[in-house]
C-alpha cells in the first residue's frame, strides 16, 4: 500500500505519513530502500513515496486511533479478497527507487 494511500485513508499529510514511515524504520533498525518508489504529482514532478507491504503498513497503523486504523485495514482486506485493486496497479507504477 502507498504511503499516498494512507495519508488519505487516514487523513493524514503525506508529509507527515512520510515522516511517520522513516521513523518506524528507524525503530526497527530496518532498512526502508527496498520500499522507497516515485510518484508523478499534479505538475509532473517526481516526488518521493513508500510502497509498503502489509506487515510494514499494519505495524505504522497501529499508532493511529481506531478510526484510521479500521480504514487502512479494511483497504487490506478488499485488497486481498480482490474486491479492490492496488493503486499501483490502476495508475501505473512510475518508478522504484534503488
Known sequence: ?????????????????????????????????????????????FLPCFELDRYHTEVLVTGCDVKRMAAVIKRWMDLETGAAKPVAALLGKISSSP
Not at 11 to 19: F, I, L, P, Q, Y
Open 1 to 45: 500500500m502507498s504511503s499516498r494511500e494512507i495519508a488519505e485513508l487516514t487523513g493524514k499529510r503525506h508529509n507527515d505519513v512520510m515522516r511517520d514511515i522513516r521513523n518506524m524504520f528507524d525503530q526497527l533498525d530496518a532498512d526502508s530502500a527496498q520500499f522507497c518508489a516515485q510518484y508523478r504529482d499534479s505538475t509532473g514532478r
